[in-house]
């Protein structure tokens, strides 16, 4: 059994698709296979299926894209072909062409008349020439405008040299890639494969659904209580993994976390009218310390399906 499938010649990891396909996001797996490996959706979609069905290992050392089932499924329908029905279809194409080309010199014949009727009685020919004169003034006027605008913008420019920029941070935080749309979805489905998520150790000590939501009250300095009072608010804490990279503050791990509404009985992204939580943190319990802290999440973590289903709302 190899760690790897070969699709389109490119090695792609195979616990990276089961983890995808456990977690409920087979959509995900199917994306990863197609944008790792440059390859139709159709061909992706029966690859996972494959895992779904667990016959992936089946087909180890060969290439799932460029493979025995793949050349015989093309010569299949190559064989299956009634040729009568590819020639009818040759000559029906050359009348359409035809038709197609008398269509078009119709149309054009229609146009080149209406324009010479409108030129004739509207514009009148004598006036062309000064129709001509105006409209090369009015774009005179836009080329000197533009180039106005460009000085300006090279003020700007040089008035704001000094300036320093914020470049972009990565989001490390958790995504349900279903809700993105097809552009961002493949990006970040192409971040999730390079984040190695198999690779990830479950913490074998993590903070309670508690610990967590007192280590958050302390994060933001004592927002969160009105809030988990007053619209009634749980934080619910998911699968955490050991964050190695934090090792100097102790015991490390980084979550994701949801906040549950105990009167509406369902999970919610943040408070309402408040948007200063995220998703997921790092907890870390010090050696000499009792109660677990929270701080900002420094490695990228698989989104919690798992948590999320749980506490949705019963329809």
């Known amino acids: 059994m190899t760690k790897n499938i070969l699709v389109n010649t490119i ?6 698709i089961r983890e995808l396909i456990k977690q409920g ?5 199917i994306d990863l296979v197609a944008t790792a490996a440059n390859v139709k959706y159709k061909a992706a ?3 996972v299926q494959m895992f779904q069905e667990d016959h992936i290992d089946l087909f180890d050392g060969k290439d799932l894209f460029l493979g025995d089932y793949d050349r015989i499924e093309h010569r299949e329908d190559a064989d299956g072909a009634d040729h009568k029905t590819s020639t009818f279809l040759e000559v029906e194409t050359n009348v359409h062409g035809r038709a197609s080309v008398w269509k078009a010199l119709l149309i054009f014949s229609v146009l080149a008349l209406l324009a010479f009727v409108i030129l004739n009685y509207v514009v009148g020919f004598n006036q062309i020439g ?3 004169s105006e409209l090369t003034q009015l774009f005179d006027k836009n080329e000197s405008s533009a180039a106005a605008d460009a000085d300006t913008s090279k003020q700007n420019i040089a008035l704001n040299a000094g300036a320093t920029q914020v470049g972009d941070v990565e989001d490390l935080h958790p995504v349900d890639t279903n809700l ?3 552009d961002v979805r493949q990006a970040e489905i192409v971040q999730i494969y390079q984040a190695q998520f198999d690779q990830l150790k479950p913490a074998k000590h993590s903070p309670t659904d508690e610990d967590a939501q007192l280590a958050l009250i302390h994060l933001t300095n004592g927002r969160l209580t009105d809030l988990i009072i007053q619209q009634k608010l749980s934080v619910k804490i998911g699968k955490c993994y050991e964050n190695l990279a934090m090792k100097d503050k102790g015991t490390c791990v980084s979550c994701m976390i949801i906040l549950y509404n105990r009167g509406q009985k369902k999970w919610q992204e943040a408070p309402d009218g408040e948007n200063f939580l995220r998703n ?4 870390y319990l010090s050696p000499d310390a009792d109660l677990w802290e929270a701080g900002p999440l420094s490695m990228r973590i698989p989104y919690d399906y798992a948590l999320v289903n749980k506490y949705k709302a019963a329809n």
């Open 45 to 47: 979609r029966d690859i």
């Open 180 to 182: 993105l749309p097809t």
């Open 130 to 132: 000064h129709h001509i």
């Open 280 to 283: 997921a943190y790092d907890f």
């Open 25 to 29: 996001d087979v959509n995900a797996a």
């Open 11 to 16: 090695e792609i990891d195979k616990a990276t």
